[in-house]
């Protein structure tokens, strides 16, 4: 399994996409200037404690304040064993106008600001150094008992430990002496955060996590990237020298220089990345799913759709479900959906079947960089999954809410827009002396209400002696309208108004 890394870079954004014998697994886009703020530390003001919900507002210098709660732990328990116990310092004890250092663990999502943790972490390519946290752990990813307790013992007997750690994966690869270096390198690293810190003002970025291109160094090389091409000569100027800092050779590097075509055209990424954006996900075998988002929860519905089978029904739908678990698990990485996610599989009679399909589904989440979990199955058949929020859902990254509906997906129909401006109009009428109204709409919206006498009946029964105009604008969506009123006789209109009757 051949996976390459595809790096292009435009303006300073620069858009990463992992692939796998050709098909698309992993891509992110990201700018120089407006990059992640997962992870950065930032010296922050709070502004306000809520005490029965032991969690406090931080001003840390964006739109909208942060929010932590003051008992938290950085630590994803998902990701430890059952039986280990954290110790951590005790609770941060926050009053209003207090300066403390945070860490940026979620980033904002709508309406509500990014979720912050005191206890800070700082990730390197063999391990997570938790500063404030006494503390040893192993990812659960590395499953050999004995590789696990050589690992623990090692940290354990550090000199100067310094705080906690969490072992990474790659540290069954690394040498004691690579692992050593980078506890050292990362406790200094944390001395010269807290140095930093005396010196700025509140509301302060103290450190970055790290841009995009020295998280694809130290989360995706020597992972079995056989190769990484890039199509920016600054670009591959950083990545060499991200490379070496983090001791790999840059022989698998390479430059593209294909003039007539850019690079992930030739490759096949932006065309794999565009579906991204599509509710509909077709299979091979004419079966498709549908992704929705909800504030909430992300739901994904199975359909047979052209696929008949070829035995029985219980058959076709047990290899409909088991083809769209594949492809469920690939597109919660590939479009970083995180949070819950809720499956409608379709409904399958034999216990057996559903429990394969629920081992299936588990085995292949497994492959997924980022903790997901499959909960259960409930009585109505449906699946219950949870997956880590980590940085943006691609959805978020490649797209913005539509100006005509507000992200919404559906906007006013005809009538219901001339309902809504009747009740508007006759709000006016009935709290001021206005004589005339001015109605703006869309030049299709203005041709439907004269053709189809929209206002006709409220004219001739309660609007009598009213005059109604309307006139189009052709900057607005459908549903959107404008209402100007006049409590003169002589009225300026457009050039283009009709009086309805």
Avoid at 98 to 109: C, G, H, M, S, Y
Avoid at 227 to 252: A, C, E, N, R
């Amino acid at each position: 399994m051949v996976k390459e890394v595809y790096i292009s870079t435009r303006g300073g954004t620069h858009a990463v996409a992992l692939l796998k014998d050709g098909k698309l697994i992993e891509f992110n886009s990201e700018s120089e200037k407006d990059g992640s703020i997962i992870g950065n530390i930032c010296k922050g003001r709070v502004e306000q404690v809520l005490v029965g919900m032991q969690a406090a507002f931080v001003n840390i210098g964006r739109r909208k304040n942060g929010y932590l709660y003051l008992t938290d732990t950085y630590i994803d328990g998902q990701d430890l064993s059952e039986s280990q116990e954290i110790f951590m310092n005790k609770a941060l004890d926050a009053k209003i106008g207090d300066e403390i250092l945070v860490q940026i663990a979620k980033t904002e999502i709508g309406l509500k600001g990014a979720r912050l943790t005191p206890n800070l972490s700082l990730a390197g390519r063999f391990v997570v150094y938790m500063p404030y946290v006494n503390y040893i752990g192993v990812s659960r990813k590395i499953t050999e008992e004995s590789e696990r307790l050589r690992l623990t013992n090692f940290i354990e007997n550090l000199e100067e430990k310094n705080g906690g750690y969490i072992i990474r994966t790659a540290c069954q690869q690394a040498s004691e002496s690579d692992i050593l270096a980078e506890t050292v390198r990362l406790q200094r690293r944390f001395q010269r955060i807290l140095a930093y810190s005396e010196s700025v003002p509140a509301k302060s970025v103290i450190w970055s996590e790290g841009l995009i291109l020295e998280r694809v160094v130290r989360d995706l090389v020597g992972k079995f990237v056989e190769k990484i091409i890039v199509d920016d000569v600054g670009t591959y100027k950083k990545m060499q020298d991200l490379m070496h800092d983090y001791g790999f050779s840059s022989d698998i590097l390479e430059m593209y220089k294909k003039d007539n075509v850019d690079l992930f055209n030739f490759y096949g990424v932006t065309g794999q990345a565009l579906r991204i954006l599509d509710s509909r996900v077709d299979l091979d075998n004419g079966a498709y799913l549908i992704i929705e988002h909800t504030e909430a929860l992300t739901v994904i519905d199975v359909n047979t759709g052209s696929y008949v089978g070829e035995t029985s029904l219980e058959e076709t739908v047990f290899k409909t479900n088991c083809m769209a678990a594949k492809a469920i698990a690939s597109q919660l990485r590939l479009r970083n959906i995180g949070g819950i996610i809720i499956v409608d599989f379709i409904d399958m009679i034999q216990d057996e079947h559903k429990a394969k399909l629920m081992e299936l589904l588990s085995e292949e989440v497994k492959r997924d960089r980022v903790r997901t979990t499959v909960v259960s199955m409930t009585s109505l058949g449906l699946v219950e999954i949870t997956r880590k929020k980590y940085r943006n859902e691609m959805k978020q990254t490649l797209s913005k809410p539509c100006k005509a509906c507000g992200g919404k997906g559906y906007i006013m129909t005809n009538e219901i827009l001339a309902t809504v401006i009747r009740k508007k109009i006759f709000d006016i009428f009935a709290t001021n002396s206005t004589t005339s109204v001015l109605i703006y709409v869309n030049n299709q919206n203005m041709i439907d209400f004269v053709e189809n006498n929209a206002f006709t009946f409220e004219i001739s029964v309660f609007w009598q002696g009213k005059r109604i105009y309307v006139a189009s604008d052709n900057s607005f969506a459908n549903d959107q309208y404008h209402i100007k009123y006049f409590n003169t006789e002589v009225v300026e209109l457009p050039t283009d108004a009709q009086i309805l009757v």
